[in-house]
């Protein structure tokens, strides 16, 4: 316990400013206020901002939120090893989805994995019946991830 308040309600504090956060990033960014009148930005500023979401939400999860990843790695009855190679991995991807702002060929495989990934992460959250804000964070980078994916191959 710190100061009267326990673990748990720190990190639930933490999530939701986090998630504020980053909704409000994406608000702010996508519409831009103007003297009465909303002026939306372009596609590729959406996928810039997208492209960074991703790659600073994979960033803090982690490098500085480590000690989660290992408890619920845990959780998942996954070993060491695998947390590794998906850290390594979930990095890896991140740091490509950063090259592909000034590389965009590359942005179709990373984004595909990185979904595919969320995906999995969504499979092992609902198989420990891990309450529903456990499942926000990797909905939320799915979607991103699926979106660089659609507009690489053209669906939308």
Known sequence: MLNGIQKDEIEKITFVFYFFFQTCLCYILVKKKYIGHTKSISMNTILLISKLILAFSILVVWVFRFENIVLEFQQYGLSNLVRTAVGALK??????????????????????????????????????????????????????????????????
């Open 91 to 156: 990095i890896s991807l991140a740091t490509l989805l950063v090259a592909s702002i000034w590389y965009p060929d590359l942005v179709l495989v990373p984004a595909a994995l990185m979904a595919a990934l969320m995906l999995s992460a969504q499979y092992f959250h609902f198989r420990v019946r891990n309450p529903f804000h456990k499942y926000l964070p990797s909905i939320g980078l799915f979607c991103l991830s699926f979106l660089l994916v659609a507009v690489e191959l053209s669906w939308v």
